[in-house]
């Protein structure tokens, strides 16, 4: 059974930190790009990063960029991301994504295997 599961969400300080992870099972990683996204209540599930198969490309939305890292472990058929300095707007449900092919993109379109979520709460 295809699955992808986030944990590692919670609820932390205005700049604080958490890493999220995405485990990968009944399949191997090593041929797809992982997405990462993110939806708050009320809004649309917006990318906030992708890592390549390969892990050659990598992509942030700006509003991300200097404070989050994605990263990937083949072997261990997990892909990460590392979030740093974490703000209140960073709130959301985050959501990794599969899809087999070697670009990275952060349009949901065409992603095909979706995890079911974790929570990130930014709060004081």
């Known amino acids: 059974q295809v699955q992808l599961v986030e944990s590692g969400g919670g609820l932390v300080q205005p700049g604080g930190s958490l890493r999220l992870s995405c485990v990968a099972s009944?399949?191997?990683?090593?041929?797809?790009?992982i997405g990462w996204f993110r939806q708050a209540p009320g809004k649309e599930r917006e990318g906030v990063s992708c890592?390549?198969?390969?892990?050659?490309?990598?992509v942030y939305i700006g509003s991300v960029k200097g404070r989050f890292a994605i990263s990937r472990d083949n072997a261990a058929n997990t892909v990460y991301l590392q979030m740093n300095d974490l703000k209140p707007e960073d709130t959301a449900a985050y959501y990794c994504?599969?899809?087999?092919?070697?670009?990275?993109?952060?349009?949901?379109?065409?992603?095909?295997?979706w995890g079911q979520g974790t929570q990130v709460t930014v709060s004081s």
């Open positions: 890592i390549s198969s390969s892990g050659g490309s990598t």
């Open positions: 009944g399949f191997t990683l090593d041929y797809y790009t």
């Open positions: 994504a599969a899809v087999r092919r070697n670009y990275c993109s952060t349009l949901r379109r065409g992603y095909d295997y």
